[in-house]
């Protein structure tokens, strides 16, 4: 069955440093997602991305993160500068149409800032 | 802006026995979809369950089925005949019908242990 699959797993970096997240989103979709978990609380939106652009961000989003679909199969999340508030889970997650209304995510990749 | 709120962090029960969360939501569009997705430990949510807003049936999958009341902005979770695999967070989430890809909101979420 197909899924989402993220890289890394699990990434420390320092503050400061530029991290880049992966997904491989469900090759028939079309409507592509980044949300995060802070440890204990909710998921939360941060961005989605259709017809190679984003459609839609949250107030999280701000200019330190960027997506990217740089070859048709990857969706990327680059994190310019990492801040401690930056660690958490990140989810990708994908949909093959907007009015099936069912999303598909990844296992996460968990970022901890040191 | 939608809201959704679930109320009880953590709930227990007993195996083969039924158990009830709650999820309320707060929207002023027409068209949206309601959901619940599990999350088990250390794995990726999946979907549990979906209600199209415009549909007055309720949604049912096996085991779960939902009590959905729209007017009063309500989509509880029924799970009958517990098993132990359902020990995991449970979170509701909603989404509008937009035309441009659709956001889930989700819910605080609510830890469910099934006990043998």
């Known amino acids: 069955e197909p899924e989402v699959t993220q890289t890394p797993s699990h990434q420390v970096t320092q503050m400061g440093q530029e991290v880049i997240l992966r997904c491989v989103p469900i090759s028939n979709h079309l409507y592509f997602y980044w949300y995060r978990q802070i440890l204990g609380q909710k998921v939360e939106f941060l961005v989605s991305f259709y017809n190679n652009e984003i459609s839609e961000k949250s107030e999280i989003f701000d200019d330190q993160f960027s997506v990217e679909r740089p070859d048709g199969s990857n969706f990327t999340l680059k994190i310019r500068s990492t801040k401690l508030e930056d660690s958490a889970m990140y989810f990708c997650?994908?949909?093959?149409?907007?009015?099936?209304?069912?999303?598909?995510f990844g296992e996460g990749s968990r970022l901890t800032v040191l | 802006a939608q809201t959704v709120t679930q109320s009880q962090p953590e709930m227990s029960v007993q195996e083969a026995e039924t158990v009830t969360l709650s999820c309320t939501y707060d929207t002023s569009e027409s068209n949206y979809y309601l959901f619940w997705y599990k999350q088990p430990p250390s794995r990726q949510m999946i979907l549990v369950i979906r209600q199209e807003a415009y549909k007055q049936q309720n949604a049912t999958e096996n085991r779960f089925s939902v009590n959905f009341q729209k007017a009063a902005k309500s989509f509880s979770l029924k799970i009958s005949d517990s098993q132990l695999g359902d020990t995991a967070m449970y979170f509701c989430?909603?989404?509008?019908?937009?035309?441009?890809?659709?956001?889930?909101?989700f819910g605080a979420g609510t830890i469910l242990r099934v006990k043998s």
């Open positions: 997650a994908s949909g093959r149409a907007r009015n099936t209304g069912e999303l598909f």
């Open positions: 989430a909603f989404m509008a019908d937009m035309e441009y890809g659709n956001k889930l909101v």
